[in-house]
């Protein structure tokens, strides 16, 4: 696990660095508050801070309050560590926003300890998270996760000014293949068909499950030559991919529609309904097929 070292004194900083490593910790080292918020905009996964009440450029207790104000999924658990040793200084930091206080010269088991709450604390936390932003049974982002995330990306994609696309995924006749092979096999076609998409998706692509047998998928920084390329192969390899269940084959196909970006948009929801129609009309002509969704005016 990570763990984010802010301490001006060289020779303090050092000590505990070592400390933490040989404890197993992936340490990170910085002198000052700012260089905390630039490391921690670059490293998302950091989650555990030691900071040092004192120092250059933002304190410790303002650096709890600005990470507490940082809009990102997982949160932080921060220790201050500070050579203060008045209980008026450990209720000051507390109730800044640190979730524990330590007095310098400290007895390094009592920091080993203490970390050992601070990531079992994170630990469970991430999970709570997880089980709330995932769908169940295929793991991928849920309807709710994705909506939130689909506003956050549209204002900085916008803000960049990159070409980018939705893509709504429906599966052809969903309900034939419960009919013919029972509900727990459709269970594990879904999770089969996810695992086939993502394969073909990039890192930073975001896909997410938005209904029962409907998919939508974010894909950043893609023009309508890239996005017709994707959806295509996606449709293509679905079609000719064997999904199987107890040893049976299920064939399966599906409709796809699209939307690109365009200026015309106002928001990501008027565009995720364009792509939805899309999908709509790909069913109507037959199923299997990947249609752009026009651009509004
Ligand atoms: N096994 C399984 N089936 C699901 C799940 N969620 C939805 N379904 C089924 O998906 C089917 C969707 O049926 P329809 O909306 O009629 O769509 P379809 O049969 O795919 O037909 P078209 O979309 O028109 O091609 C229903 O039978 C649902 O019960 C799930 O989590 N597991």
């Not at 008027?270 to 752009?292: F, I, P, S, T």
Request: hydrophobic share 40%; proline share 3%; glycine share 4%.
């Amino acid at each position: 696990m990570k763990v984010l070292i802010a301490e001006d004194e060289p020779i303090s900083r050092l000590l505990t660095s070592e400390k933490l490593k040989s404890w197993g910790y992936n340490v990170i080292e910085v002198e000052n508050g700012k260089e905390v918020i630039e490391t921690i905009e670059r490293q998302p996964d950091i989650q555990l801070c030691i900071l040092d009440w004192e120092m250059p450029e933002i304190d410790g207790l303002e650096l709890c309050s600005r990470l507490r104000e940082i809009d990102r999924s997982g949160s932080f658990y921060i220790i201050i560590l500070t050579s203060k040793h008045k209980a008026s200084f450990m209720i000051e930091a507390l109730d800044k926003g640190a979730d524990d206080f330590i007095s310098k010269p400290f007895v390094p088991e009592e920091l080993r300890v203490r970390l050992q709450v601070g990531a079992r604390i994170l630990k469970k936390e991430n999970q709570l998270i997880h089980a709330a932003e995932s769908d169940p049974l295929t793991g991928i982002l849920n309807r709710k996760a994705f909506l939130l995330e689909l506003d956050k990306i549209w204002a900085l994609t916008k803000r960049q000014k990159q070409p980018f696309a939705i893509l709504m995924l429906d599966i052809d006749h969903f309900k034939q293949i419960n009919d013919k092979f029972g509900h727990i096999a459709g269970d594990q076609v879904l999770k089969q068909f996810c695992e086939l998409v993502q394969q073909q998706i990039r890192q930073y692509d975001c896909f997410a499950r938005y209904g029962g047998e409907e998919f939508v998928l974010f894909l950043p920084d893609t023009d309508v030559d890239q996005c017709e390329r994707i959806a295509e192969r996606i449709r293509a390899t679905t079609e000719s991919n064997l999904f199987t269940y107890d040893g049976e084959h299920v064939s399966m196909t599906v409709s796809i529609g699209a939307s690109i970006y365009y200026e015309n948009y106002l928001s990501a929801q008027e565009m995720l309904k364009a792509a939805d129609k899309a999908a709509y009309e790909a069913k109507q002509e037959g199923r299997n097929k990947v249609v752009l969704a026009t651009l509004p005016f």
